[in-house]
């Protein structure tokens, strides 16, 4: 069965640093992974997704995701936090009949 | 565009009441998906439909939630005899189609509350 894991239930890191959000797969066949983030009482808003090709996918806001097969992770990155980017942060996989598996989410909380 | 959109934004309820929850999916976008989200659950699955199909009704927790989808557009999430567990932000979403990496779109929820 497809899964994400996200081992961090948060992270803290100060403005202007650069942030890491890890998450790690398994799935059979080639994985399409996506980033969602959601602030307060809003849905969730889509990042980036990893299809084929490139390891390093750009995506909104300034966030990127650095897609490793031999690790089978897919972290998202960003070089310079802001403190606007505190958020809920999840991960997700296609499972084989289209719907989203997410991990847990990781609080990122960017300190001024 | 038009995002997707839900009504109500809150809704609170008696325990044993039913109730309906709406989602609007963005025009042209021929699946649609409802999530729920609650404390210590995470996200979790409960239905989807994909333009004419049968839907995919795995994820539904018991036989009181039902939802349906009218002319491949509006869908409406029902619970019945609501149970003080049913509370949670219940997420609907759609996409341009299924087979294929699609992202998914995502409303801004309905809160539930039943008391």
């Known amino acids: 069965a497809q899964s994400v894991a996200q081992p961090e239930d948060q992270v803290n890191v100060a403005e202007g640093n650069p942030l890491t959000v890890k998450c790690t797969y398994s799935v059979s066949g080639n994985p399409y992974l996506f980033w969602y983030v959601q602030y307060p009482n809003r849905g969730l808003q889509f990042l980036l997704k990893?299809?084929?090709?490139?390891?390093l996918i750009k995506g909104s806001y300034g966030f990127e995701a650095e897609f490793n097969k031999s690790q089978t992770s897919f972290h998202l990155k960003k070089p310079s936090a802001l403190v606007s980017d505190s958020a809920l942060y999840f991960c997700a996989v296609r499972d084989l009949t289209d719907k989203l598996i997410f991990g847990t989410g990781t609080r990122l909380q960017v300190f001024p | 565009g038009a995002g997707v959109s839900q009504s109500p934004s809150n809704k609170v309820t008696e325990k044993g009441k039913d109730v309906e929850l709406r989602c609007d999916p963005i025009s042209g976008h021929t699946a649609l998906y409802w999530y729920r989200q609650s404390l210590g659950q995470g996200l979790e699955f409960l239905i989807y439909?994909?333009?004419?199909?049968?839907?995919?009704k795995s994820g539904l927790p018991s036989d009181r939630f039902s939802a349906e989808r009218t002319g491949g557009s509006v869908s409406t999430l029902t619970i019945q005899r609501t149970q003080q567990e049913d509370s949670a932000v219940y997420l609907c979403?759609?996409?341009?189609?299924?087979?294929?990496?699609?992202?998914?779109?995502f409303g801004p929820g309905t809160r539930l509350t039943v008391t």
């Open positions: 979403a759609s996409s341009l189609g299924t087979g294929g990496p699609y992202e998914q779109y």
């Open positions: 439909f994909q333009g004419n199909s049968a839907p995919d």
């Open positions: 990893y299809i084929t090709g490139d390891n």
